[in-house]
């Protein structure tokens, strides 16, 4: 008798270890899951690139001339979105990165976490600015889908590497009627509800708390480009651009 009850203490263990390994294992395969479908959604929107000599005059300051180029290469596919879904109010792109994806406003801050710019379930979600829309300092939202993945906003924690936000240094908004280019000057980790995410740009603030930092504010808006990061909980990779 005592002898069983020492076999089965054992077999518990083991049913139990297994059980957890098991656990596990289908967690990585989710994961993987999602990972490899964001991929598949992303993978759509990378035929929308700009031709290679708009990416080339890209790299200088534009003038009206190449900011239209810009908008006239992109409106055809934001249009055509558009009219599948009247969420979708323009387009962001920032050359030497992944970042390139329509840009969506919802009635909340909620569905676009768990939809695709269709509006389709989707563990990627959107890429979508406040829903209480532009402000003086206006926040655009974006999952990371972790490190083995490049889509979505992963590439804006890519930005803690000096290199990465000194290649990545500028991008655009591209609605219907106009190109707006953002100038990124500061790069930095932080949490939710922190003065980074206030309607009004505060620069010293900003300055302070910021892992790299160009002095190149003048004043104007800003675009704060916002995704999670792992560095510690709750932690959000945040990129602020001036809008041009």
């Known amino acids: 008798m005592k002898n069983s009850k020492k076999f089965i203490i054992p077999v518990g263990l083991l049913a139990i270890c297994i059980l957890g390994i098991v656990y596990a294992l289908y967690g990585i395969y989710h994961e993987t899951r999602e990972v490899e479908n964001a991929e598949i959604v992303s993978s759509v929107f990378s035929e929308y690139s700009p031709a290679q000599e708009l990416q080339a005059a890209s790299d200088k300051t534009e003038n009206d001339t190449a900011l239209k180029a810009i908008g006239d290469e992109f409106r055809p596919k934001l249009e055509e979105m558009q009219a599948q879904n009247s969420d979708i109010i323009g387009w962001i792109y920032i050359p030497q990165t992944h970042i390139n994806y329509p840009l ?22 959107a890429v979508f600015i406040d829903s209480n829309g532009f402000a003086e300092n206006t926040v655009i939202y974006g999952h990371n889908m972790g490190r083995a993945s490049n889509v979505i906003f992963h590439d804006v924690t890519n930005m803690s590497d000096k290199a990465w936000f000194e290649k990545a240094a500028f991008g655009y908004i591209i609605t219907k009627d106009r190109v707006f280019r953002l100038n990124f000057f500061a790069y930095a980790l932080t949490s939710s509800g922190t003065p980074f995410y206030s309607s009004t ?15 190149t504010y003048s004043g104007g808006k800003t675009i704060t480009l916002s995704t999670c990061a792992y560095d510690y909980e709750n932690a959000r990779a945040v990129l602020v651009g001036e809008v041009q």
């Open 104 to 125: 969506l406003q919802g009635k909340d801050n909620e569905f676009y976490l768990t939809h695709g710019a269709d509006g389709s379930k989707s563990a990627a979600g």
């Open 201 to 215: 740009p505060d620069l010293e603030y900003i300055k302070q708390n910021s892992l790299h930092f160009r002095d």
